[in-house]
């Protein structure tokens, strides 16, 4: 039984074609993970997310569900997982669409306490995934179009004192059709583990 973490993130996106941005404080999410299978390791984890506001557009509660896979091909990792993500309804009564996730991840370390890793993330939403169809103009209820995204993320993770790990990444966009898509992100992260 691996720890239960607490994290915190912050993130700032981009949109090249609109020239947008917004940045902010994530809301806080906690998870537990369970190894099931070591070497390789066969893992179940859940994850909520608890809405606080201050994450731009985001004030519902999600929960995750994933399966991982994690082998070691001698000098680096190899990490695959897929999963479902469920999002509430949030305070204006907005129920977003259900997505279905999936990642596959390239980690090197360099030491005990630093990694460096590159992972490819997809995520897709609406269409059969959409659980709460919103009414159109005339009143009709209809699921959210299919929305998908592909991106590309290089990053690094440093763990310090034991029970602190903190990680940076840029995610690059190669698709994101998603009504509020972005081109590039950056991430950081400080969990606590414990």
Known sequence: FDATRTQFDSDANGSIDTKTKASGLGNPSFSVKYTMV????????????????????????????????????????????????????????????????????????????????????????????????QPNALGVKEEAPTQKILDVTPGFKARFKESFLFSAAARISIINDFVFGYDYSYLTLLSYIF
Not at 51 to 80: C, F, I, K, N, R
């Open 38 to 133: 070591r070497d390789p390791n066969v893992s179940v984890r859940v994850i909520a997310k608890l809405p606080t506001g201050y994450e731009a557009g985001v004030d519902y509660p999600e929960g995750d569900l994933d399966l991982a896979y994690s082998v070691s091909l001698g000098a680096v990792d190899l990490h695959l997982q897929a999963g479902y993500q469920y999002t509430g309804e949030d305070r204006n009564k907005v129920n977003p669409t259900d997505a279905v996730v999936a990642n596959a991840a390239l980690a090197r370390s360099i030491g005990e306490n630093f990694v460096l890793f590159t992972e490819l993330n997809y995520r897709q939403a609406g269409g059969p995934l959409d659980t709460a169809p």
